[in-house]
């Protein structure tokens, strides 16, 4: 079995910084792409970032410029550095990974979808 676990979600204030992390542990053989998604309160959930293995990324237009998602494939963890940070920033923020794994019957893997539990972040003075 996976897991995704976040950490580092906060209160910050407007025009502050935060970065957030997220580490999958298990049966893991690769990660593919790595993602980070919000949902605010009354809203869709929506891609903020995501990150092939070889590195390339890309951004939702509203936080072009002030975040920034990289991956350490050795510790399974992608970051999210948040920069410049908004009240609109405001949601609840949760990693996604597309995973090959390892399962015991036939044929011995298989990739799967997971997702983190989501992390809180709050930009207010």
């Known amino acids: 079995q996976v897991q995704l676990v976040e950490s580092g979600g906060g209160l910050v204030q407007p025009g502050g910084s935060l970065t957030v992390s997220c580490t999958a542990s298990?049966?893991?053989?690769?990660?593919?792409?790595m993602g980070w998604y919000r949902q605010a309160p009354g809203k869709q959930r929506e891609l903020v970032a995501a990150?092939?293995?070889?590195?390339?990324?890309n951004y939702a237009d509203s936080v072009k410029g002030r975040f920034t998602i990289s991956r350490d494939n050795a510790k399974n963890t992608v970051y999210l550095q948040m920069n410049s940070l908004k009240p609109e920033d405001t949601a609840v923020y949760a990693c996604?990974?597309?995973?090959?794994?390892?399962?015991?019957?036939?044929?011995?893997?298989?990739?799967?979808?997971?997702w983190g539990q989501g992390t809180q972040v709050t930009v207010s003075s």
């Open positions: 298990g049966s893991i053989l690769s990660i593919n792409a």
């Open positions: 996604n990974a597309e995973i090959l794994e390892y399962i015991f019957a036939y044929p011995g893997r298989r990739l799967r979808e997971y």
């Open positions: 990150i092939t293995s070889g590195g390339s990324t």
